[in-house]
């Protein structure tokens, strides 16, 4: 079965420290990765997708993502973080042309 | 922009009632989802629909069911509620076709079943 991983759970910054995020995914074939977040009670957003080409691609708000397709991962980084990006991370991909299949999400805490 | 809407923010019912959550997408987008949020275990699909009257198993569709008979709504069904079904479910759509589409989430209904 398809699936996502995220290896992080929880993790906790200072204000201006750098994030990297893994993630992994099972599936083989062409897919399109995502990565949103969720901002204290707001809904899910989308930071940033990749479907082919330069596999370093820029979202928002400061945030890039690599895809490696030899490692099957699609990791998100950002090189200064700030207090209002403390949020729920989830990474997602998406096969075929329906299924969006997500990762248990990361919780990131940004210290002032 | 998109616009998911899901009809209510919070609700509380009882065992063994029957509840129905409501989604409403304003983009004529083909396929509609809906997920259920827990904590550690992120998002897990319920149901899909990739067209009216369409819909596909997800992952976790035990004790739920789904309708769809207007491309703009997707209702979930919870049959008879139980305890476990507390959870976050959220509502997204998105649309077919080349290129990249993502998911556009409505902002979650929150239910508990006491």
């Known amino acids: 079965a398809q699936s996502v991983s995220q290896h992080n759970h929880h993790v906790i910054l200072s204000e201006a420290a750098s994030l990297e995020l893994g993630c992994n995914y099972s599936?083989?074939?062409?897919?399109?990765l995502f990565w949103y977040v969720q901002y204290p009670g707001q809904h899910l957003q989308l930071l940033l997708k990749?479907?082919?080409?330069?596999?370093l691609v820029k979202g928002i708000k400061g945030f890039e993502a690599e895809f490696i397709k030899s490692k099957f991962s699609f990791n998100l980084r950002k090189p200064s973080v700030q207090w209002s990006d403390t949020a729920e991370y989830f990474c997602?991909?998406?096969?075929?042309?329906?299924?969006?299949?997500f990762g248990t999400g990361t919780r990131l805490k940004v210290l002032a | 922009d998109v616009k998911v809407t899901q009809s209510s923010r919070y609700l509380v019912k009882r065992t063994g009632e029957k509840v129905f959550l409501e989604c409403v997408q304003d983009?004529?987008?083909?396929?509609m989802f809906w997920y259920r949020q827990d904590p550690g275990l992120g998002l897990r699909l319920i149901y899909f629909?990739?067209?009216?009257?369409?819909?596909e198993k997800g992952d976790i569709p035990e004790g739920y069911s789904v309708s769809r008979e207007k491309k703009e709504r997707f209702s979930l069904i919870l049959e008879s509620a139980s305890t476990n079904q507390t959870s976050m479910y959220l509502c997204?759509?998105?649309?077919?076709?080349?290129?990249?589409?993502?998911?556009?989430f409505g902002q979650g209904t929150r239910l508990t079943v006491v």
């Open positions: 599936y083989g074939g062409t897919v399109n």
């Open positions: 997602a991909v998406r096969s075929g042309t329906y299924k969006y299949i």
């Open positions: 629909s990739y067209d009216v009257k369409m819909k």
């Open positions: 990749y479907f082919s080409g330069d596999p």
């Open positions: 997204a759509s998105s649309s077919i076709g080349v290129g990249i589409n993502e998911a556009f």
């Open positions: 983009m004529d987008h083909e396929n």
